[in-house]
């Protein structure tokens, strides 16, 4: 890196820090770290109740996927959350 991260020792750590939350790869990239603008996300924010909804309904709906509509069977697979 050619920043030289002038005696600040809490920028740099605020900096990986901010790195390891947004990267989604195993390997925090270097553009990543030098980021110095927030993060803009895609679509705007939801408000919570409807966001809180779309997730239910999202995770409901993946449940009955995995257990093929069989909701008894849902308590009794390992692949799905207690």
Same mark, same amino acid.
């Given at each position: ?7 600040n020792v ?5 900096a990986? *820090?901010?790195? @390891?939350?947004? $990267?989604?790869?195993? &390997?925090?990239? *270097?553009d990543? @770290?030098?980021? $110095?603008?927030?993060i &803009?996300p ?8 409807k966001?809180?909804e ?10 009955l ?7 008894s069977?849902?308590?009794s ?6």
């Amino acid at each position: 890196m050619l920043y030289d991260w002038p005696g600040n020792v809490r920028e740099l750590e605020n900096a990986i *820090e901010f790195a @390891v939350a947004m $990267t989604q790869h195993d &390997v925090i990239a *270097e553009d990543l @770290v030098l980021q $110095t603008k927030a993060i &803009v996300p895609q679509d705007p924010l939801k408000p919570l109740k409807k966001a809180k909804e779309d997730f239910e309904r999202i995770y409901l709906i993946r449940l009955l996927e995995i257990c093929q509509g069989n909701v008894s069977r849902r308590r009794s697979s390992p692949e799905t959350p207690g």
